[in-house]
């Protein structure tokens, strides 16, 4: 018997209570939320670390890029290096406090460890890419004296810092009133849908793209371990919205769905102020126009995610993320598997979303 058949009818510890409810459950047996231990489980298997990426040729290859393509990598790794960062804030301090199922803080716990890596993954990306103290020094100033970096943070800022006191808005300790759940789950789907659904995904095409060309292999090889990551704290994210809006149905009403499609198309616009900044005039395969067109194809895959009607009706233009996130097969006779995976169990599926 499984660990999962071993849990499925786990699921009448005080039916009373909902995942959102103030509190803090500490009782794993019997198991209310099955899903989100098995999710957790999953990503254990999923273990990598930073001394694994081998960015030795990068260093070569950043030497062949034009101006403007250095300009791109420059701007790139300077929102790596505050992105992840906001994320894991956001997780310890709104999403861990109110999501109250001890299933689901194990998976968030797992989640923190990943975020973790991924910072320290871009750290190990500034001191290599950026080798100038000074340099490295204003990509950690970012969030301060980049504007379309900044415009970023502050859409961030504004639709999960409401949580934790923001200026102007009083801090919420514990979700009390059906206003507070709104705005916790204002607070989620922003986190999955904008951040880590937009925001990185916007992110990883110019890293595939330049991989499309031969280019800065070891930042693909992470970004692919950094993509399946966040791919699953995504969905995991929705499968806490999915189970709210099934416990609590009032919640999430048609002012919601006008609510979630503003912030869609406000983190949409946000987004493409990134990309004209890296893009500027165009590069060979890569421009604002075509990044547009991505991102709103993106934006409707998420609004769709929450059985919201798509906004755009965009296409994806970039031919090369359509593998995106398919397991790499790897060529041995150039480098090492870069679909590491512990413990593996299970199916990889071929058709998940870009």
């Known amino acids: 018997m499984t660990a999962t058949t071993e849990t499925r009818g786990d699921d009448d510890r005080d039916a009373t209570k909902n995942l959102l409810d103030p509190g803090f459950e500490l009782t794993l047996r019997p198991m209310r939320y099955p899903d989100f231990y098995e999710r957790y489980r999953d990503a254990i298997k999923n273990t990598w670390t930073v001394e694994e990426v081998d960015l030795h040729s990068d260093v070569a290859d950043l030497a062949k890029l034009s101006p403007g393509e250095q300009h791109m990598i420059g701007r790139l790794v300077a929102f790596f290096a505050t992105g992840d960062s906001i994320v894991a804030n956001n997780l310890v301090l709104t999403l861990y406090k109110h999501i109250n199922s001890p299933e689901a803080r194990l998976y968030l716990s797992r989640q923190l460890f990943e975020e973790a890596v991924h910072v320290q993954f871009y750290l190990t990306l500034l001191d290599t890419y950026l080798p100038d103290p000074d ?177 755009y009706g965009s296409a994806n233009p970039f031919s090369f993320m359509e593998l995106q996130n398919v397991q790499e097969l790897t060529n041995f006779f150039e480098r090492r598997v870069s679909a590491y995976q512990v413990a593996v169990e299970g199916t990889v599926a071929f058709d998940d979303d870009f």
């Open 135 to 311: 340099e490295r020094a204003a990509a950690f100033d970012a969030v301060e004296s980049i504007p379309s970096i900044r415009e970023k943070a502050r859409f961030c800022f504004r639709w999960m810092a409401v949580l934790e006191g923001e200026e102007g808005v009083e801090r919420i300790d514990r979700l009390e009133s059906r206003a507070d759940r709104r705005r916790f789950l204002l607070n989620l789907i922003c986190f999955a849908a904008c951040i880590e659904g937009l925001f990185f995904y916007g992110a990883f095409a110019y890293v595939y793209w330049f991989r499309s060309r031969g280019l800065l292999h070891g930042l693909a090889t992470g970004t692919n371990w950094v993509f399946r990551d966040e791919s699953m704290h995504m969905e995991f994210a929705f499968s806490v919205v999915d189970t709210v809006r099934q416990e609590e149905p009032d919640l999430f009403d048609e002012e919601m769905g006008r609510q979630v499609t503003a912030m869609l198309e406000e983190a949409v616009e946000a987004e493409l102020q990134f990309a004209r900044d890296l893009c500027g005039e165009g590069l060979p395969g890569m421009n604002t126009e075509s990044m547009r067109e991505y991102l709103r194809a993106v934006a409707d895959q998420r609004l769709a995610r929450l059985g919201l009607p798509v906004r």
